[in-house]
Each structure stands twice: as structure tokens, then as C-alpha cells.
């Protein structure tokens, strides 16, 4: 398979579960139910990673992007959203307050 063909199959899918068949990934649904998003954006991130480390490997595309996939989905096997921290609102510190001057309200 090409990576022109596998580029292609990709722009197909639109699920976590369908990205997890089309690598022959076994899943549990209820952690892909659960984690979806999380799951998509880790293999995203993790894409991102190996795209800036990894040297150009032709025709290994498909073998990459399994590794990193099933890698990202044993992440929440492992552990959870709330602790992986994939997404931003999920890293953000508490709660912040901000200084209004009273004048300001009334301008």
C-alpha cells in the first residue's frame, strides 16, 4: 500500500472506532465511548511528535500510524481524561480572578 492510498483512506474515516478497525486495533468500546475525542487528539499529538522526530520512512507510513494509534488508545486503558490531560481545559490552572476598576463600570 502507498502512502498516497493510505492518505486517502484516512480522509475517509471519522471515528475513533473506525481509525481502531481500519489499523485491525481490538478496542474495548466502553474505553473508546468514553475517550473518543481523547483518544483521537493523543494519536493526533503523538502524529505531531513523530512527524518533527521521526526521519522520512517510505513506505512504513502505515506501520507508524498503527503503532501511534494503538499507543494513544492504551493511554486510556491505562488511565483517564482527567488525568492525561489531552485537552487544554484539562491544563488550565484554577480559576482566575480579574480586577475591574469600579469607574470602569459605569463608562
Not at 471519522?14 to 494519536?43: C, K, M, T, W
Request: hydrophobic share 40%.
Amino acid at each position: 500500500m502507498s502512502d498516497s492510498t493510505l492518505n486517502e483512506d484516512l480522509q475517509e474515516l471519522s471515528s475513533a472506532e473506525d481509525f481502531l478497525e481500519y489499523f485491525g486495533i481490538e478496542y474495548d468500546p466502553r474505553v473508546v465511548q468514553v475517550n473518543r475525542l481523547h483518544v483521537l487528539q493523543r494519536f493526533h499529538d503523538y502524529l505531531a511528535q513523530a512527524k518533527d522526530a521521526a526521519p522520512d520512512a517510505e513506505g512504513h507510513g502505515r506501520e507508524v500510524y498503527e503503532r501511534l494509534l494503538k499507543r494513544a488508545y492504551q493511554d486510556f486503558v491505562e488511565s483517564d481524561a482527567l488525568t492525561e490531560k489531552v485537552f487544554r481545559v484539562f491544563r488550565m490552572h484554577e480559576p482566575r480572578t480579574a480586577f475591574i476598576p469600579v469607574a470602569s463600570l459605569f463608562k
